[in-house]
């Protein structure tokens, strides 16, 4: 690829981290290949796991885990609550989803060598595929497009509300001295 093109999209995805709907964008791009990961995962162990060998299954159960400890890694990483105190650490996310991004392509990779032996064209396709979307995630959070660090604004105070258009009148005093068995 042109330097120059690369340029251009390093600046169009340094504009849209600026946008205020960013965070919702890196949530998005994170979720969707490991959407495919956890989908393919449970897939496979739903329309194959009769015939699927002992090894296949326990390496599904394996990258299902792991995808499941990103996705809860994820959602944390990027709360809203954690973004409003300018707690979010994208390094210590990116270096917190290595281990878990590895052990996914590790065992798929596994399965592959498995599911290729045994004839399992099938599944074999699908295994690919969490592959795919793995290394796709890994290259997600490796590339200069995911932002160090979110800049947080802080939020205006809105004027309070005017008063209702009618108004409640208190009670009229009392004297309970006047008050019949009061005394």
Not at 5 to 24: Q, V
Not at 66 to 89: H, N, P, R, T, Y
């Amino acid at each position: 690829m042109p330097e120059s093109i690369a340029h251009d999209k390093n600046d169009d995805s340094l504009k849209r981290m600026e946008d205020p709907n960013s965070l919702a964008h890196i949530r998005h791009t994170l979720h969707t290949p490991l959407n495919q990961i956890l989908g393919y995962a449970e897939m496979i162990q739903e329309e194959h796991g009769n015939t699927l060998p002992g090894g296949i299954k326990d390496e599904l159960k394996k990258i299902h885990t792991a995808g499941s400890q990103l996705l809860a890694m994820i959602q944390d990483g990027l709360a809203a609550w954690k973004l409003e105190m300018g707690k979010v650490d994208l390094n210590g996310m990116k270096l917190e989803a290595q281990t878990p991004l590895s052990l996914i392509v590790g065992f798929s990779e596994v399965s592959e060598e498995i599911a290729g032996g045994s004839g399992l064209d099938a599944v074999l396709a699908d295994l690919k595929k969490i592959t795919g979307a793995a290394k796709n995630l890994q290259a997600l959070f490796d590339s200069i497009s995911f932002p160090d660090s979110i800049e947080v604004q802080q939020k205006i105070a809105r004027e309070p509300p005017p008063p209702p258009p009618f108004s409640i009148a208190p009670p009229p005093e009392r004297n309970w001295n006047s008050c019949p068995g009061l005394s």
